[in-house]
């Protein structure tokens, strides 16, 4: 069975400076990885998708499968990125849902 | 554009009551989903439907019962609710068509069980 693993539950980091994420997953086939975001009172919504290598709010995340990672990265972080963030992991094809990590709490601090 | 609703958005019920979740979207997605957020455990899936009276178990479907009669609706039942499904549950929904396999999130219900 696959798995999502996010070792921070929460992160806090002072207004500017770097940010990542952890993200770590197994699946013995080919996945597709996600970063979803919920900011306070929001609903989830879709920050990034490694399929479409794209940047997004100023976070990259890059999909590495030799040390089946998918870590998101900031170089500079805002106040409003303060959020829960979830990585997932959709099994390539099918109908089936995401498998959630846990979640990390970012909190950026001014 | 309503998009994904779910209803109620607040729930209180008593351990034994049968209790009904509701989900509703308006784009005519193929794929539905429901998931329950837990403190400690983020997001697991509960049940999906590929289409309509097509649905799936998924990774803690015990104590839940879904149907999918139309297409835009997909209603969660708790037959018997207990304490441990005190959560806020998530209904989302995806396009068969999408590139990216973007799924769409509702509101969610908090549900408490006393």
């Known amino acids: 069975a696959q798995r999502v693993t996010q070792p921070e539950k929460l992160l806090s980091v002072f207004k500017g400076a770097p940010v990542e994420l952890k993200c770590n997953y197994s699946?013995?086939?080919?996945?597709?990885l996600f970063w979803y975001v919920q900011y306070s009172r929001q609903r989830l919504q879709l920050l990034l998708r490694h399929i479409s290598r794209e940047s997004i709010k100023g976070f990259t995340a890059d999909l590495n499968k030799g040390e089946t990672s998918f870590h998101l990265k900031k170089p500079f972080a805002q106040e409003e990125d303060s959020a829960m963030y979830y990585c997932?992991?959709?099994?390539?094809?099918?109908?089936?849902?995401?498998?959630f990590g846990k979640g990390t709490h970012l909190i950026i601090q001014p | 554009d309503a998009g994904i609703t779910q209803s109620p958005r607040y729930k209180i019920t008593e351990t034994g009551r049968q209790v009904t979740l509701m989900c509703h979207q308006t784009w005519s997605h193929s794929y539905m989903f429901w998931y329950r957020q837990d403190l400690g455990h983020g997001l697991r899936l509960i049940y999906y439907?590929?289409?309509?009276?097509?649905?799936d178990k998924g990774e803690v479907p015990d104590g839940y019962v879904v149907s999918r009669s139309k297409t835009e609706n997909f209603p969660l039942t708790l037959e018997s609710a207990t304490r441990s499904q005190t959560s806020v549950y998530f209904c989302a929904s995806r396009d068969t068509g999408g590139a990216y396999n973007e799924q769409f999130f509702g509101p969610g219900t908090r549900l408490t069980v006393l």
């Open positions: 439907s590929a289409a309509a009276d097509i649905t």
């Open positions: 699946y013995s086939g080919s996945p597709e």
């Open positions: 997932a992991l959709k099994r390539g094809g099918g109908a089936d849902g995401l498998t």
